[in-house]
């Protein structure tokens, strides 16, 4: 599939994907050679290991509202006690 109208600028892409697949190939080889041959991930989709509605990224996002700066920015700067003492008493 032609990207470009000009052949110059075709060639070079070719070119370049050529070379990405010969990467791709010699980063496989150094894989498998360092991990064994049944190291492959296939099959596997992180997306689907839990729901989304229980990535942490979603159970943290209050973490971030505009009223809770002014807090954050006073633990930010608190002193190294303070701040383990907080952590310790929130765990």
């Known amino acids: ?9 075709n060639a070079k892409l070719e070119e370049l994907r050529l070379r990405d697949a010969e990467f791709g190939a010699r980063a496989e080889m150094r894989v498998r050679a360092k991990y064994g041959e049944n190291t492959s991930m296939d099959g596997y989709h ?10 942490a990224s979603q159970q943290i996002d ?19 006690w303070v701040r383990f003492a907080v952590k310790k008493v929130a765990s």
């Open 1 to 9: 599939m032609a990207l470009s109208h000009d052949p110059i600028v």
């Open 46 to 55: 992180f997306s689907q290991s839990f729901a989304r509605d229980a990535q």
């Open 62 to 80: 209050w973490v971030h509202q505009p009223w809770l700066r002014p807090l954050r920015f006073a633990f930010r700067h608190a002193p190294r």
